[in-house]
T-cell receptor, first 116, second 111 residues
């Protein structure tokens, strides 16, 4: 499978614990995005990487959240001291080097986080 | 007010019916995407368009830039079309390519 993969697919944790999610984009894609989706809502942008550089972070990304893409390939999203409000589907997407108007984004299956 | 509004929120149809889902946006965009999300979360890109009309199989997407409006049509709908359909836009300008999403339209097609 050469699509975007995410690991784990499901994570249940207790409030206050730290969690880390991984995203492996399509190999030739230099752009990587993290989105968060809560029940009944559309996804919301969290952060964006071009190669290893984190170019934009949403105000949704509090100081408990950190994302990295150290070698410009896979990315990790860490949430420290999880809260019940962090329960959501965390989606990763990637896209190739861009046209002026941008390119299609390819989404992973998501990681569903439940904070008890 | 959300930058991207979809209607209807929920839609139930009988197999074979022609379906239309609408998307309106309030900002300048460089592109609009239609996405499909099945239960369990996986999102598939259906169309990306910046003008005119695109067709793929039984799916047709149109956009009117002046009116800031797009429609997704499904002809001869089938139960396997049941999913959430999401409209997303890429804002014009800036150096990023993030998407801004609508809340989605839940489509149920009954046999």
């Amino acid at each position: 499978d050469t699509g975007v993969s995410q690991d784990p697919r499901h994570k249940i944790t207790k409030r206050g614990q730290n969690v880390t999610f991984r995203c492996d984009p399509i190999s030739e894609h230099n752009r990587l995005y993290w989105y968060r989706q809560t029940l009944g809502q559309g996804p919301e942008f969290l952060t964006y990487f071009q190669n290893e550089a984190q170019l934009e972070k949403s105000r949704l990304l509090s100081d408990r959240f950190s994302a990295e893409r150290p070698k410009g390939s896979f990315s990790t999203l860490e949430i420290q001291r999880t809260e019940q409000g962090d329960s959501a589907m965390y989606l990763c997407a990637s896209s190739p080097r861009g046209l002026a108007g941008g390119n299609e984004q390819f989404f992973g299956p998501g990681t569903r986080l439940t904070v008890l | 007010k959300n930058e991207v509004e979809q209607s209807p929120q929920n839609l139930t149809a009988q197999e074979g019916e022609f379906i239309t889902i609408n998307c309106s946006y309030s900002v300048g965009i460089s592109a609009l995407h239609w996405l499909q999300q099945h239960p369990g979360g996986g999102i598939v890109s259906l169309f990306m368009l910046s003008s005119g009309k695109k067709k793929h199989g039984r799916l047709i997407a149109t956009i009117n830039i002046q009116e800031k409006h797009s429609s997704l049509h499904i002809t001869a709908s089938h139960p396997r079309d049941s999913a959430v359909y999401i409209c997303a836009v890429r804002l014009r300008g800036g150096s990023n390519y993030k998407l801004t999403f609508g809340k989605g339209t839940l489509l149920t097609v009954n046999p």
